[in-house]
């Protein structure tokens, strides 16, 4: 017979590769998908055994204000009141985002309207240098500059809210501004000469515009922020204070979900009550995550659905 | 464009043993998702010979030309139906091993595509991979095929140049080294000489016309004196059909169906 | 008129928004230089960390800093180059495929803490690593897998098809040709990704204070051997990073020299990502220029 012929009907060197090469991304690939599936799966099951097994109530858990997983209060209730972390967390996340957000906003206008070469050349460095930054060095800096500042200018110790918003505001600026640049860049040119050709300033035509067509892609990069805020667990543990208690001003210690859990974690014994509720933080971080990426797929649907 | 009745064809049938068919293809229908861009191609490939595919923009010779040696798989939700047959083989098959069939039946694109390795690599790249170790004989393939691309002269003392230096008709010539390179049984060509100046496209034609001595050449373009000069069939493309297929001869002079003979004098007169 | 001169002040407003941010870099970069680099000395560098006394060195975690970078990045690398090609190359579009899209995109969002605390559970826990370098080794893959895949895979689609095609036509599998062509071609970007990457994990704590841990035994560098307990490459040792340290003397409080330590210490942390930025873009351009030149 042909050999030519003979050698099509046969499985070839290529077709092995091919099907080896397919086979060996597949595994990575799936290992992922696994790693995510592990991380729920280990972060619920112990996050809920606070209220599984250890019969705590979600309700009470979200809204007590006691944190003191390992005593029971009058009732025999554990003393498991999380709001005052929560309050911590979400008000240190919305102060910095209410911050960032005209910043980046202001950079990200520099950058696409008003010069984007020096944009470009200087401040789109200066966002990769700011990105790059380790947590723990903007918690070292809170600590020696903004700490102390704060205490000066307002009394008290200086850890606090404020502490935390000022520095998860540097941490998050570059977040935020980088998604602005990218929603001011794709708005079409056309939009805007088209503006200008009407007899609008270059501010009119940005303002009335190019932000109103970018607004989006903006609201995504604030998202993007919170979520990194939220998500932040030292450079903010080092200034605010670690003190469970709910926050009753900007300059008092206070705690977040992630501080509690990196200082507690250590100290508790795997199983307890006081251990499962600080997976149960965990659980709640996890959760606020993924709303975080739920609002961001919103966004830019309701964005896409408006073009 | 005038409407043209689309039954109406003229195809005629090469006999074996007169005629040694290298290739042919039978009721070849090519979907794209629900867009069918191919109704039922029956064309036949004599051996060393040249055939011509010619037809407007977008009549679907790159699809046709492209689904002969099962290129269309790459492309998502593409598909076809039909046989092709190659060596007393349905190719259009899943027991065909396509990797080993497009060793044997190569194709060169419109749009040159080396890659970015030196010129050397890009025509021993693929013998190599195919467990070709043996340095002298890569050696001289690189030397003839790139002779027979009529590239030779003006690379044979940077054969270690990278190969997106070149020109771009340079680099078509050097795909087509590359494909030449293997050894195919056929050889597909898409447009090759689109990109080129007059005088490569001169050369790359009388390298074709050289080369079907050895291979079986099936060639698009939109150049019908190309298609006069150098093929020695002709197959008219309308409108994902093939209407008429003849000796390029009587095509050019006496086509019997109106759309071809529309093109084709269009484009003399 | 007075169109006009609103535009005058929203370009000084915004020009001032910029300078400020500039300023801003300028100022962190220039607080921990001035303060931290006074202290790097070699001694510094090298030597290892006192508790309770001034004039520690930070010598045992800059060395487990950059060796547990090593093996996670020899972990996460491959790994994610099988993934990025799979979603480059093979991934039918499907629900299937936004799944596992949208599980990288989570996955990648995920605080680090909780990543950490994920390890914790599973490697130092389950898997009995104990806090080790291993355990720490594999959240920081976790931790780094996400973004090096979707790298990957950007880095790989910026690659025209028509090169796949080449390789393709010349009898060769879809993966061979995107093992040999594609990815050499896509290797600018590929590297400047894993560099970038690489930065990122160097600087990362919060993933490591419950993987890794955070006490540095005294390592002991005449003894190379991977089994031998203080050998520097025991991967089952504690191994406490130039960041966890950081974050340890500021909360404890303990050390007398604290601030002066962790001054320097930011410094080093600092160069290293300035560097990891730098090498970045000039390897990333380097290779590309090496690929494409004549
Ligand atoms: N990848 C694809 N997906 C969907 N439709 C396609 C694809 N490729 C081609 N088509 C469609 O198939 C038809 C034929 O296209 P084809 O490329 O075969 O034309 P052509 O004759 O080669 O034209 P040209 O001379 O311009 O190269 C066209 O209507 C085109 O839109
Ligand atoms: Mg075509």
């Not at chain 3, 500039?22 to 970069?29: D, F, N, P, Q, S």
């Not at chain 3, 370098?133 to 897998?145: E, M």
Request: with cysteine; net charge positive; glycine share 8%.
């Amino acid at each position: 017979m042909d050999p030519i012929k003979a050698s099509l009907l046969k499985k070839s060197r290529a077709a092995k590769s091919e099907t080896r090469g397919k086979l060996i991304s597949l595994v990575c690939i799936s290992l992922i998908v696994f790693i995510v599936l592990a991380i729920f799966y280990f972060v619920a099951s112990r996050g809920l055994a606070t209220f599984f097994k250890d019969k705590v109530s979600i309700g009470r858990f979200l809204t007590q204000s006691t944190w003191n997983p390992s005593l029971k209060d009058s009732h025999g209730h554990p003393e498991v009141g999380a709001l005052p972390m929560i309050m911590g967390s979400f008000g240190v996340t919305f102060l910095a985002a209410l911050l960032a957000t005209p910043f980046a906003i202001g950079a990200g206008i520099f950058m696409t309207e008003i010069s984007p070469k020096r944009g470009e050349k200087l401040l789109q460095p200066v966002m990769e240098l700011l990105v790059g930054i380790p947590s723990v060095v903007y918690g070292f800096i809170g600590l020696s500059v903004i700490v102390p500042a704060v205490r000066h200018l307002f009394g008290g110790s200086g850890f606090g809210i404020l502490a935390g918003t000022c520095v998860l505001f540097v941490m998050i600026l570059p977040t935020v501004t980088s998604m602005t640049v990218d929603a001011l860049k794709s708005v079409p040119r056309h939009y805007r000469e088209a503006s200008l050709a009407l007899g609008a300033t270059r501010w009119q035509t940005t303002w009335k515009v190019v932000l109103k067509a970018a607004t989006p892609g903006i609201l995504t990069g604030v998202v993007f922020g919170m979520a990194r805020a939220f998500g932040e667990a030292l450079a903010v543990q080092m200034v605010i204070g670690n003190a469970a208690l709910l926050p009753h001003n900007l300059i008092t210690p206070a705690s977040t979900l992630t501080s509690v859990l990196t200082m507690g974690m250590g100290n508790t014994v795997m199983g307890s009550l006081a251990n499962n509720a600080l997976w149960s933080l965990a659980l709640l971080l996890l959760l606020m995550s993924l709303l975080f990426n739920l609002l961001v797929r919103l966004i830019g649907r309701k964005g896409a659905m408006n073009r | 464009m005038a409407d043209y009745d689309l039954t109406q064809t003229h195809i005629i049938h090469l006999d074996e043993p007169k005629h040694e068919i290298a290739l042919s293809t039978e009721k070849l229908n090519v979907y794209y998702g629900e867009n069918r861009a191919m109704h039922d191609a029956s064309l036949q490939f004599e051996r060393y010979r040249i055939t011509a595919l010619i037809g407007a923009s977008g009549s679907g010779k790159s699809t046709y030309l492209r689904s002969l040696n099962r290129m269309n798989d790459n492309i998502a939700n593409s598909r076809v139906t039909g046989k092709i047959m190659y060596r007393d083989l349905n190719i259009n098959s899943d027991e065909i091993d396509v990797y080993k069939m497009r060793e044997h039946i190569g194709m060169v694109f419109q749009r040159p595509n080396p890659f970015a390795k030196s010129i050397y690599d890009n025509i021993t790249f693929a013998l190599k991979r195919h467990g070709q170790k043996d340095k002298k004989y890569l050696d001289e393939v690189v030397e003839t095929s790139l002779k027979q691309a009529a590239l030779w002269d003006q690379v044979k003392d940077s054969l270690g140049k990278s190969a997106l230096a070149l020109s771009g008709g340079q680099q078509q010539r050097l795909c087509i080294a590359r494909a030449i390179a293997m050894k195919p049984d056929i050889l597909l060509l898409d447009e090759p000489a689109s990109a080129l100046d007059p005088i490569s496209t001169n050369t790359v034609e009388e390298t074709l016309i050289r080369l079907k001595e050895e291979f079986t050449i099936v060639i698009v373009t939109h150049n019908m004196q190309q298609a006069a000069r150098i093929s020695d069939y002709t197959a008219f493309f309308h409108s994902g059909r093939a209407l008429e297929f003849d000796e390029t001869r009587k095509l050019f002079t006496r086509p019997k169906i109106k759309a071809a003979e529309d093109y084709v004098s269009g484009h003399f007169g | 008129m007075n169109a006009k001169k609103w535009d005058k002040v929203a370009t000084a407003v915004l020009t001032g928004i910029a300078g400020l941010i500039v300023l801003l870099l300028a100022c962190l970069l220039g607080y921990i230089l001035v303060r931290g680099l006074p202290h790097v000395t070699w001694q510094f560098l090298t030597k290892p960390a006192q508790t309770f006394t001034k004039g520690g060195g930070i010598g045992v975690q800059l060395f487990n800093s950059f060796y547990l970078l090593i093996l996670a990045m020899v972990i996460s690398i491959p790994l994610s180059i099988g993934a990025g090609i799979y979603l480059a190359e093979y991934a039918p579009k499907n629900w299937v495929t936004n799944v596992v899209r949208t599980a990288i995109e989570v996955l990648s969002s995920l605080p680090s803490v909780v990543v950490g605390l994920f390890g914790f559970l599973v490697f130092v826990i389950q898997f009995k690593l104990g806090f080790s370098i291993l355990a720490g080794a594999l959240v920081l893959t976790v931790f780094n897998l996400p973004l090096l895949t979707r790298n990957v895979e950007d880095a790989l689609k910026s690659i025209h098809f028509t090169q796949r095609e080449a390789g393709l036509a010349l009898g060769l599998s879809r993966y061979e040709t995107v093992k040999h062509v594609v990815i050499p071609e896509a290797l600018p970007n590929i590297i400047t990704g894993m560099i970038l990457g690489a930065g990122r994990v160097f600087g990362e704590a919060a993933a490591l204070i419950y993987t890794a841990g955070q006490s540095a035994p005294s390592l002991d560098f005449t003894n190379w051997n991977p089994m031998y307990i203080a050998s520097p490459l025991n991967p089952m040792r504690p191994a406490e990073t130039l960041a966890v340290h950081i974050w340890k003397i500021n909360s404890e409080g303990i050390m007398p020299d604290a601030t002066a330590v962790s001054a320097g210490a930011s410094a080093v942390l600092i160069i290293a990502v300035l560097l990891f930025n730098w090498l970045a873009r000039v390897i990333g351009k380097r290779v590309y220029r090496k690929m494409t030149a004549a």
